[in-house]
């Protein structure tokens, strides 16, 4: 097993560099790590290699953002890796090698059920096109150290975004906490609470909207919130453009008394905050269309058309697929698992608090509650250009820019340009 740590900087160079390079059957998969992923999949993946001699896995560990940028250029020009870990599930689609001649179509069927559309592209409802190997839910994280020192009561499972951003004031005045409440910098992150506040997303006939009275009322509320303090300004208004940013250090340093991110950073919580204070997660605060939704989402596996080595491509992601080693993944990563049989079976996460537990359970326990506006955005192979558009003219709205009717005028604007653009 082969691993390499690119920067952003120097991805492009050394992927280029490394294309012509590599051996007749040295398979490339491009990583990034929310928390320890690629080390496990280094690991496992070893153990492919002990069993299909021939075939050897280079991992080249890369941040977040170079998925989201650089691949995107390489596929392109057709110099991207074999195999990757990625986010845009059908919006890359056009670059997927379908794994349908190359595994047991029934297994996969069975084992990923609904997830494996959201890797399909136009009218294709059967090829096999990736494995989810991370299901995520958005959901807040509290410090409730905070909520006990200022004595002031946690809010029901049936609180409204309003009660919690009063009680989350509440509590940093009381605690002198510099934060009440952040939301992630990300189209992805702010869709579940404008889902709530009774955004549609999508016409009766299907097509994407974007901006109607629902999604118009929660950036209305979101600007309100920035304005007064109850939100972390420079979450969000320190950043340009679509670029994501979070808010993960300042709820690990406790300066922030609700942060609204998602399942997936439950492992550093349990590794970062250790017992400096005592956190836990509440999921999604309910909005005034009656909804309390989050978004699903995650990662997954894919492997590129462009690839000499199809089969060994397949291969590589089928074991991975595989129940036994899903499973020991799913409990050594500390993430919820989207394959049907080990979900069913439980998931005992290892080297992780007993609060870290109760975190993924909540997590699971919420997926009920996801709307079905949040299922089918999730799955829109144009999200990608509605996450970044929401970005931008949110962050317009919340520094001044714009107002927020020109803001969400300039959105509706920019999806019908974008969606123009790919007739």
């Known amino acids: 097993m082969k691993q390499r740590i690119l ?5 492009t160079s050394a992927m ?24 496990v999949y280094e690991d496992v993946l070893n153990r492919f290699e002990a069993e299909n001699e021939g075939i050897t896995v280079a991992i080249d560990v ?39 001649p190359y595994v047991d179509a029934g297994y996969w069927e069975a084992s990923f059920g609904d997830t494996l559309d959201w890797y399909r ?17 958005t959901g807040a994280f509290i410090n409730a150290t905070l909520f006990e020192q200022a ?37 992805h992150r702010v869709a579940g609470p404008a889902i709530s506040y009774g955004a549609a997303l999508f016409n009766e006939d299907g097509a994407a909207i974007l901006v109607d009275d629902g999604f118009r009322a929660f950036v209305q509320q979101f600007v309100d919130w920035h304005e007064d303090g109850t939100m972390a300004r420079d979450v969000w208004a320190g950043q340009g453009g679509a670029t994501y940013q979070d808010a993960a250090q300042e709820f690990i340093n406790g300066e922030l008394v609700f942060y609204y991110s998602g399942s997936w950073q439950v492992g550093r919580m349990n590794e970062q905050v250790g017992d400096f204070f005592d956190w836990q997660v509440v999921g999604s605060p309910c ?61 005992t996460y290892e080297s992780v608090s007993e609060g870290a537990q ?12 996801v709307a079905p506006a949040a299922f089918a955005y999730q799955g829109y192979a144009g999200n990608r250009a509605m ?17 927020v009717d020109q803001a969400m005028e300039r959105a509706a604007a920019d999806l019908q340009a974008a969606m123009a653009e790919t007739e």
């Open 358 to 369: 109760a975190a993924l359970n909540a997590f699971a326990g919420d997926l009920p509650d």
């Open 387 to 403: 996450f970044g558009i929401t970005v931008e003219r949110v962050s317009q709205a919340i520094v001044g820019e714009l107002t």
């Open 16 to 39: 280029l560099a490394g294309a012509g390079a590599v051996s007749a059957q040295e398979v490339r998969f491009m990583c990034y790590s929310d928390g320890n992923e690629c080390e």
């Open 287 to 347: 909005g005034p269309a009656g909804a309390c939704s989050g978004m699903p989402g995650g990662a997954g596996i894919v492997g590129f058309a462009q690839t000499d080595h199809p089969e060994a491509v397949a291969a590589v992601i089928d074991f991975l697929a595989q129940e036994d080693i899903y499973a020991e993944v799913t409990a050594r990563t500390s993430n919820l698992p989207a394959h049907l049989g080990v979900a069913a079976a439980g998931v």
């Open 7 to 11: 920067t952003t900087t120097l991805l």
């Open 121 to 137: 592209g136009g009218d294709d409802r059967q090829g096999i096109y990736g494995m989810h190997s991370q299901l995520t839910i």
């Open 151 to 187: 004595g002031i009561e946690i809010p029901g499972e049936d609180a409204t975004w309003a009660e919690w951003a009063e009680a989350a004031r509440a509590v940093a005045e009381a605690t002198d906490t510099p934060f009440p409440m952040a939301i992630d910098r990300s189209g």
């Open 62 to 100: 890369v941040p977040y953002q170079a998925i989201l940028e650089n691949l995107p250029v390489q596929l392109a020009a057709g110099t991207g890796p074999d195999i990757a870990k990625v986010t845009d599930l059908g919006g890359l689609n056009e670059y997927y090698l379908d794994l349908t």
